[in-house]
Every structure is written in structure tokens, then in C-alpha cells.
């Protein structure tokens, strides 16, 4: 191309440009970028971008997805394209920097702009997808720039729908996330951090330097940006230690936290901006730290350093301005609530967390959020369990010499545990060995399998938080108790509790051992009740000694956990003037999980062939196999199918029994998840597990066959025929041909034997309308009539908008066509919204739809 001549607007766009190039300094580079910027808006001169935009005329490789080499030319104009993207963040941030004096201008120009883009929309996406999958030494930058483009939404809000669909195109087109999450997995290590390095800074970089009246299009930037890793993480979990070594959670709750604190300092922040704020921090609380981090402690201690706590109780001041005073608080104030409850709950015993958020200073954050606030009065349960928890919790933690001496067996400061169940802590071989002879060896195999279930089921509490209680517990014995009352109100027929799970607030009180021996005790796992007896016969022996319990509960699943200890106590220590002694020491401990029975029981399902037949499935017995030190650990899964059926008159009926067959599954420990489908009256049973796998069971020839789906992704519920696999997600309906059923050894179907099996659909049919659905699996449920008639179910699915109190409800009804299956049909027959403004988490993370034929009933957490 010749040079262009002086004085055409493309010689003073190039040496514009050169000028910003050449620049040296912050200050030199905006006055550039600020020229540049008025020159293109006062001249309307769009020949920049369309100098930008003509590389993406070239057409897309054809083939290229299927071929694995390309030819120089290819490759070449590839790397054209790339940088013509680099280019179009780069004079998309100069108009994002710059101040010019031209507004009227200015937003003409922005105008013309960005429909130019637009123009070559598809032609970029394309090209994206392209540089993903054969350049991927590039892909880190492509993803800063997807950030980058993100980021600048706020120019033009007409095309932000546009700009945001970048990361669904990134992440669920033909590439889908699970294409994302094994490639990301499958590149080196450096540039595999690199990924992650420039999706964790780009939160920092987001909230750098916007303008107020840009907070909340930063906010929604953030959202997007944590949105696309948790769906990185959520199907392949081992990406969240990649993502952790560059504390993703800390700096996006920081990133949010450095938006607040400006907001707190300004007099008109808008309501929508404290929106957002609760949204997203409740996004970071519960979608992220408590439904995908393996150690949910960890998580919340992330978000609380980075200022989370901080940034509820600022979005709760101003947020619930209107509200506070006056009543109880809907919608997003009501998540605020419950996500300051939680974590004030877990400042009492949780080590890491309490550090987290003494980091800063803040009591006195927390005391100038209050004493700035104009609401009055405020809430006074909402503050002051925070002062009273981190008040005690700075105490117990503090001496950190004072906890050496917790390190007993049983206990879990620095000892060895048992290998197999995890679950019991020595301080020595020695004493490994004798508790093995007297406790361990009949109580192992048992809490084994619950280790198993819990940790699977995402409830098991870590060795260091369990340190934890047992710190704390010791506390509140030495430091909180009166001796004198205690001497006379804690005898041997008593156990002193000390309740965090269900008191807000600490809760101190004498039980009867009776009391504790028939409604509490009998809920925990397997274990406690051999090593109670030898504690009670302990204490005919001693009259000094006592027992103390402490009640704590998990951060997700809700579960309580109870840590029962030995003691002595010296009731004259500590009421003496000048004793240092302590009034009790800890012995030894034992701590179990309460399960309410549903441990020990096996999961069932229920389906309902005739009027005179039920089919019941009991999943049971998830045992790991294998060397417990190998890497690749495998699990096994057991199913039972069972057939109950009425004979006789309606007044004298018989009951029978029968058992159908048995099935055992083996399969990686992430790889199960029991979404499940009967197929009819005679026939197979369809299983899909997290992964991707799918199963086929004939249990009357014991025959089957498994295979990995392709193409389809966000899975939200399966049924099936005696032809066809069906799958839910939010597109619509897709089905796969079952194969040919073969005959299983042993009565097993091992997962890894089906790896390189991979299906697409048969043929799919979309919703006819648009849905956005937001819960993943078990959103969509299906319903067959009262006798079970698999080619015409209803399909009920349900959108939940966070940011609004309403549940969305569709019925859709399939009918599947046994001539020409794909001539089937899905109509949507029936809607319904239900205002609540009470939706959480629990929609997020369980199953709270139940169905009845061809009625729902939505169980709703409310809060009182």
C-alpha cells in the first residue's frame, strides 16, 4: 500500500497514532490519546476502524476445525486477524481514556463506531474460535482481550449485550466450556498460567480508573469476568488450585472492595450501584466459595481479606436506606443478611477466616460504616453478634503458644490420622496402635465410608478446622465460664455445651447427660457410642473429671458437628486471686458429624409404573477401590433395583416385593452424580453422571453399554425410551440412539472402559421460546403421567432471575414420534411466575422443586 500523502486524514491518523506510540509517560500518552480521540470525533473519520476491520474479510479457514494442518497462508492471515483484535481494543480504550471536547461529537462518532464492529461480528467470533484452536500460544492474549472489550461496555450501552455474549460465545458455542476447561487443562504450564494470571489481574485493571457514572458497568464487568472462571471450575474442578495460586477470590472481592470504598465517600451513588454490589457479593459467597471451592473455609477467608464483609455491610447501610429502619429487608438485603450471619458464625471457630478479616482494622471500619450511616435506628442484632464473635474469637486465637499443649490423640493440632478413614488423630505410633486394639479397628471401615460420603457430598470438615473447634471450645471453658456457677451447676450427670450452630451468638448451657444420650447423640455417625461409654466410665473413676461438648456447623451443607471432650477440671483455679492455672484441661476429644440417619440409608427413587406396580431404586455403598495412595482412585457405586407390587381385592390387598437386579458402577470420585431416569414399563434405566457419562441398564438381560456426550452441554435432567437417550439443557431437547446393550461382567460397568466413546445427538428440538436458565442441573424436571408413559412426558423447567424476587415456571410437553423420531415434538403448553421475595442459595445448590403429576410444589427458604 503507497504511503498516503501529507494532509489526508489518513497521514494525520498515522502520525497521531505515532504520536501515542512514541510517547513517553502517562501524561504524554493521554494528551496523545486525547488528540487522537478529537480529531477522529470532530472529522467523523472512521477510516481507522475500517483499516482495523478489513483483516477479518478474510474468510475462515474452510475445514479448519477438522484438519490438524494448515497451511502458511492460513496461519499467516490468522495472525493478521489477531492483531487487528488487539487493534480494536486498543482505539476502543483510547475513546474509554479520553476527555474530549467535543462531546456532541463524541457520541456521534461513537454511534457510527460501534455498528461498524458489529458489522463483523460474526467474522471475529469466527476468527476467535479459530486462533483458540490453532494458535494456541496466543490464547492468553485473546482472553485479555475478550476482557479488555468487556471493559469498555460502557461507550455504547446499545451494543452491550453484544460485547457481554463474547464470553458465551467463549465458553458455550460450538467450542462449549467443557472444549474450554480440557484445553486449558491440556497446554503447558506457563501458558496455562498465563491464562489464569491475566484473568485474575484483569479485576484490578477493571476497577483502575473508571468514572463514577461507570461504577456499575465495572460491577457487571467483574460479574462476567468470576462468572466465566466458576463455569471454568465447575466442570473441571481441577482448575480451581491453577486459579488459587493467584487467590482469584481475594482479588476479585478486592477489586469490588476498592469500587465501595470510593462509592462510601460520595453523596449521590445511585441505588442500582448498591444492587449490584449485593448481587455480586452474594455471587462470591454463594455461588462461587460455597458451591465450587473445595475448601470452603479457604474460599470465605479469601473474600473476607480481599473486603467482602465490608462491602455487605456498606451495600446493607445504603442499599436498605429506605428499609432498615422500618422492617424487615426483601431481596437482595436478605441475602446480605444471611451472608453476615454465616460469616459472623464462622469468626467464632474458624482460625483462617478470623485472620482474614482482622487483616485490616475492622472494628473500626465497621464503627465508621455505623456512625456514617443516616438510617436510624439500625438493626442492632445485625452488629452486634460481629463485635461479640470477633471480640471472643481474638482472644482464643491469640496465644498461639497456649495451643500447643491441645495436641493429644485423638485431637488434631499436628497428629498422624489414620489412613483409611481420616478421621481418627494420634499423637504417636504408640497410641495409634493401642487405640486401634480397643476403638479403631471395629469403628474404621464405617467412618471410611462416611469420609467417602461426606467428602463426595462436599460436607467433610478439614483436619485444621477441626483444630479449630477444639481451640475454641478450650476457650470458652478457661475463659468464659464463672467457676464458682460452674462448680455448682456442671456435675458428672451433666455435659457443658457450648452451641455456635444454632444460636446467633454464643450460646452456653448446662444439658442433662440423659438429655444429650436420647435426642442428640443418637444422630451421630458411626463410633461415638464405645468411646462415650469409656468416657462415662472414666468419670466413676474421677470425681475431678467432666464432660464438655461443643455444636458447630458446615458452611454448606448446614450439617452440625459435635466435638465431645474429656476433662479435668480444678474448680479452684482461676477463682483464687493471682491463678494462672487453668480451670479445666482437655483430655481427649472425639468429634462426629450429625447425620440424621440419611448416612447410613441409601438414596431412593421412586417411580410409579401402574396403578399396581412401583419400581424403587436404592443407591448405596460409595466405597473407594484401589490403592488408597494411588493418584487415579476409583469408586464403586452400587444400585439395586427392587419391584413392588399390589395383587389381590382392593380391601384385602397383597404386598409383594421383588427383587429386579443388581448394578455396580466404578468410576472416578467427581465423575457421579444421581440424575436418573426409569425408561418404562419393561425396561432401561438412564444414568448421567457430572462428567459426562452416560449409562444404559437392562437389568432383566443384566445387559448395558455407556458412552461420553458430545456436542451438548449444561445438562439439566435425562429421560429415556426404549430407542433414545433424551437430554434437557437450555436449548431444548437433544436425543441419542441408545447402542447396542452388551452383556456386563460381573455385573459392573467400569466408566474408563467407555472413555473414547463419544456420542452426538440424533437429532434436537429447541424450546419455542427463548429461556435463560441459571441453576444447572435438576432446573429442569420430568413429569410423567400418573402411569409412566416415557414418549409423552411433561417437561417442567424453571428460569430464576437473581435480581429479581420471581420464579419463572414453563411446562413443555414432548411427544416423541416412534415412525420418524425426528418429526417428535416439544410445545410449550402452559407458564407461570411466582413472586417470592424470598429466593437464595438454596435454589443454586439443591432440589426444591417436587412434582405431582402435572403439578409443581416450590419449597422456598425463608429466613425469620
Given at each position: ?12 491518523r ?8 512514541s510517547s ?58 489477531l ?19 467535543f ?9 457510527a ?38 471493559r469498555?461496555?460502557h ?15 467463549w ?68 482448575l ?5 495460586q493467584y ?48 475448601d ?35 431481596g ?5 443478611y ?16 478470623f485472620?482474614?478479616?482482622s487483616s485490616?482494622s ?15 435506628p ?25 495451643m ?13 490420622h ?10 504417636s ?16 471401615s ?11 457430598r ?16 478450650n ?14 451447676l456442671?456435675g458428672?450427670?451433666?455435659?457443658f ?20 444420650r436420647?435426642?442428640l ?28 461438648q461443643?455444636i458447630f ?7 452440625e ?18 491463678a ?12 462426629r ?10 438414596t ?7 396403578i ?69 414399563c ?12 452416560t449409562?444404559?441398564w ?19 435432567e ?48 429447541p ?15 420430568i413429569?410423567?403421567p ?29 411427544d ?49
Open positions: 500500500m503507497p504511503l498516503p500523502a501529507p494532509g489526508t486524514p489518513r497521514y494525520i498515522n502520525q497521531l497514532v505515532r504520536r501515542i506510540q513517553k509517560g502517562e501524561k504524554e500518552r493521554l494528551r496523545a490519546q486525547i488528540a487522537l480521540a478529537e480529531y477522529l470525533a470532530k472529522e467523523d473519520d472512521l477510516g481507522l476502524m475500517v483499516d482495523i476491520l478489513e483483516p477479518f474479510g478474510e474468510l475462515v479457514p474452510k475445514g479448519c476445525i477438522d484438519t490438524e494442518s494448515l497451511d502458511y497462508a492460513s496461519l499467516s492471515a490468522g495472525a493478521d486477524a492483531a487487528a483484535w488487539s487493534s480494536i481494543v486498543w482505539q476502543i480504550d483510547v475513546m474509554t481514556v479520553a476527555h474530549p471536547s462531546p456532541v461529537q463524541l457520541e456521534a462518532y461513537k454511534s463506531l460501534f455498528p461498524r464492529i458489529l458489522d463483523r461480528w460474526e467474522d471475529i467470533t469466527k476468527w476467535i474460535r479459530y486462533l483458540v484452536y490453532y494458535n494456541p500460544r496466543r490464547e492468553p492474549y485473546i482472553f485479555s482481550f475478550c476482557c479488555d472489550f468487556i469498555t461496555t461507550l455504547e450501552k446499545n451494543c452491550g449485550n453484544y460485547v457481554r455474549s463474547l464470553y458465551g460465545m465458553l458455550r458455542a460450538d467450542t462449549t466450556i467443557q472444549a474450554f476447561s480440557s484445553r486449558l487443562r491440556s497446554l503447558d504450564k506457563s501458558t496455562r498460567h498465563h491464562v489464569a494470571s491475566a484473568l485474575v489481574s484483569r479485576a484490578k485493571a477493571i476497577v483502575q480508573n473508571p468514572r463514577e457514572k461507570d461504577w456499575c458497568h465495572a460491577i457487571h464487568e467483574l460479574h462476567f469476568l468470576s462468572t466465566g472462571i466458576a463455569f471454568t471450575i465447575q466442570i473441571s474442578p481441577t480451581h488450585s491453577l486459579f488459587k487467590r482469584f477470590l481475594y482479588e476479585y472481592s478486592n477489586a469490588l472492595s476498592t469500587l465501595v470504598r470510593r462509592a462510601t465517600s460520595c453523596d449521590d451513588t445511585t441505588q442500582e450501584f448498591w444492587t449490584l454490589v449485593a448481587k455480586y457479593v452474594w455471587q462470591l459467597y454463594s455461588v462461587i466459595a460455597l458451591a465450587i471451592a473445595p470452603q473455609n479457604s474460599a470465605i477467608a479469601d473474600l473476607a481479606e480481599g473486603g467482602l464483609l465490608l462491602c455487605a455491610y456498606c451495600a446493607i447501610v445504603h442499599h436498605g436506606s429506605n428499609t432498615l429502619a422500618s422492617g424487615p429487608p426483601p437482595e438485603l436478605r441475602r446480605l444471611l451472608f453476615v450471619e454465616k460469616l459472623t458464625m464462622h469468626l467464632f471457630y474458624v482460625r483462617s477466616i485472620r482474614a478479616v485490616g475492622p472494628v473500626a471500619e465497621v464503627s465508621r460504616i455505623l456512625e456514617a450511616s443516616t438510617v436510624q439500625l438493626p442492632v442484632p445485625l452488629w452486634e453478634p460481629f463485635f461479640t464473635a470477633y471480640d471472643l474469637s481474638r482472644k482464643a486465637f491469640k496465644d498461639e503458644q497456649a500447643k499443649y491441645l495436641c493429644l490423640c485423638h485431637n488434631i493440632n499436628r497428629s498422624p489414620a489412613n483409611g478413614c481420616h478421621s481418627a488423630f494420634y499423637c505410633n504408640r497410641c495409634q496402635e493401642e487405640d486401634w486394639v480397643r476403638f479403631h479397628k471395629s469403628e474404621c464405617a467412618l471410611r465410608r462416611i469420609y467417602l460420603e461426606q467428602k463426595l462436599r460436607c467433610w470438615t478439614l483436619a485444621p478446622s477441626r483444630f479449630d473447634q477444639v481451640v475454641y471450645l476457650f470458652v471453658l478457661n475463659n468464659i465460664l464463672d467457676p464458682m456457677g460452674a462448680l455448682i456442671w458428672q450427670d451433666t455435659v455445651t457450648v452451641d455456635v450452630a444454632n444460636v446467633p451468638g454464643l450460646a452456653l448451657a448446662p444439658l442433662p447427660l440423659e438429655q444429650c436420647t435426642t447423640w443418637p444422630t451421630l455417625d458411626y463410633g461415638w457410642s464405645s468411646r462415650l461409654e469409656a468416657f462415662l466410665d472414666d468419670l466413676e473413676k474421677d470425681e475431678s473429671l467432666r464432660l464438655a461443643g456447623t458446615h458452611p454448606v451443607s448446614g450439617r458437628f459435635v466435638v465431645l471432650a474429656k476433662i479435668k477440671c480444678d474448680f479452684s483455679a482461676g477463682h483464687e486471686k493471682g494462672t492455672s487453668r480451670l479445666s484441661t482437655i483430655l481427649s476429644t472425639v468429634s458429624t450429625c447425620i440424621h440417619k440419611e448416612s447410613n440409608e441409601a431412593i427413587f421412586v417411580n410409579v409404573i401402574s399396581s406396580k412401583l419400581h424403587i431404586l436404592l443407591l448405596t455403598d460409595v466405597v473407594e477401590i484401589g490403592p488408597s495412595d494411588s493418584d487415579d482412585k476409583e469408586w464403586s457405586t452400587s444400585l439395586e433395583l427392587l419391584e413392588l407390587v399390589t395383587e389381590g381385592q382392593d380391601r384385602n390387598p397383597q404386598l409383594e416385593m421383588r427383587r429386579v437386579g443388581r448394578l455396580g458402577f466404578i468410576h472416578a470420585e467427581d465423575d457421579w452424580s444421581a440424575i436418573y431416569s426409569f425408561a418404562n419393561q425396561g432401561k434405566l438412564a444414568f448421567y453422571s457430572v462428567g459426562g457419562a449409562v444404559v437392562d437389568p432383566i438381560p443384566g445387559r448395558g453399554a455407556g458412552w461420553r456426550l458430545d456436542g451438548v452441554v449444561d445438562v439439566m435425562i429421560f429415556c425410551n426404549d430407542d433414545f437417550v433424551m437430554y434437557l439443557n437450555p436449548e431444548g431437547i437433544h436425543a441419542i440412539k441408545i447402542p447396542d446393550l452388551q452383556p456386563l461382567e460381573n455385573g459392573q460397568i467400569t466408566f474408563s472402559f467407555f472413555e473414547a466413546t463419544r456420542l452426538a445427538p440424533t437429532f434436537s428440538l424450546y419455542s421460546h427463548s429461556h435463560s436458565f441459571t441453576t444447572g442441573f435438576h432446573s429442569g424436571n413429569v410423567f400418573a402411569i409412566c408413559q416415557p414418549d409423552r412426558p411433561l417437561v417442567f423447567v424453571v428460569k430464576e432471575t437473581l435480581s429479581e424476587a420471581m420464579i419463572h415456571g414453563y411446562w413443555y410437553q414432548f416423541f414420534n416412534q415412525t420418524c423420531p425426528r418429526e417428535s415434538t416439544f410445545k410449550m403448553v402452559g407458564s407461570f411466575r411466582l413472586p417470592t421475595p424470598h429466593i437464595n442459595a438454596l435454589h443454586l445448590m439443591s432440589y426444591p422443586y417436587h412434582l405431582c403429576g402435572d403439578m409443581a410444589a416450590i419449597i422456598v427458604a425463608h429466613k425469620v
